[in-house]
């Protein structure tokens, strides 16, 4: 069985999963995008090509707004807003094969921590390289869980885990080469992979150093839960205002 067999071995997505939360959260904000788009007469581009006003009318990521208007919110929100149709689809289809093994051998509550930590730091890193664009789309928190897969199985060791390891190495250049070449925001898949290469290297291996700080984790959890929760809410708050 080659590495990318072994690395997607368990992808199926049984009862309620965190990656199957998260997934339908991302396909139901992109939906009612594209019903709104709809109903201001944009056609097929609310589905394939949104424009700009639209996708930060649904949470977008736009740091005039986060600084001027203190619209925190959007720190979070950008992750399920997607630019389209086929942006949308493969972020979900890569987070569909990382994530469920992830969380099967991490569990929900880590999971949802690197998820959450590497949407933030890819998002403040695009304030660095690209403050006046409008940022979207789950890659950075997925770019997060690929360089946890990196640093993670390279201290779990063997040789499936190294073998994992190797093999995300190398979907990350490749993926960073390909969004060179399409113009695709390197600077959130960068602070993602840093982030979550982070929390890899750190996050405990040993049967025991897991159950000591499970607690820990999972309060964290519920908090990023909160806290994305309550982002979300202020989307549609924010029309009000």
């Known amino acids: 069985m080659n590495a990318r067999n072994q690395f997607f071995l368990k992808t199926s997505l049984r009862g309620n999963s965190l990656v199957q939360i998260l997934i339908y959260a991302n396909l139901i904000l992109f939906t009612l995008m594209v019903l709104h788009g709809t ?3 944009l056609g097929m581009s609310a589905i394939m090509n949104p424009p700009p006003r639209l996708m930060v009318h649904w949470g977008g990521q736009f740091w005039p707004y986060v600084l001027q208007h203190t619209e925190w919110w959007r720190c979070i929100t950008y992750a399920f807003t997607h630019g389209g149709l086929i942006h949308l689809g493969f972020n ?5 094969q990382v994530g469920p093994l992830l969380e099967t051998e991490i569990g929900w509550s880590r999971l949802l921590t690197v998820y959450t930590s590497s949407s933030l730091l890819a998002t403040v890193a695009g304030l660095f390289w690209h403050p006046q664009s409008v940022v979207v789309g789950a890659s950075g928190a997925i770019f ?4 946890f897969s990196i640093s993670y199985y390279h201290r779990v060791g063997g ?6 390891r190797n093999f995300m190495f190398q979907w990350a250049v490749m993926a960073f080469v390909f969004g060179f ?3 695709a925001d390197n600077a959130a898949h960068l602070g993602g992979a840093i982030a979550g290469a982070i929390l890899g290297w750190f996050m405990p291996v040993a049967i025991r150093d ?4 499970e607690n820990l984790f999972r309060n964290i959890a519920i908090l990023c839960a909160a806290i994305t929760a309550i982002s979300i809410a202020f989307i549609p708050i ?3 205002f």
């Open 39 to 41: 109903i201001l007469g």
């Open 238 to 240: 924010s029309w009000l």
């Open 144 to 147: 997060g869980l690929i360089g």
């Open 210 to 213: 897991q159950r000591r700080t």
């Open 181 to 183: 070449i399409v113009g």
């Open 159 to 164: 040789g499936i885990a190294l073998q994992r």
């Open 92 to 96: 979900m289809v890569v987070l569909y």
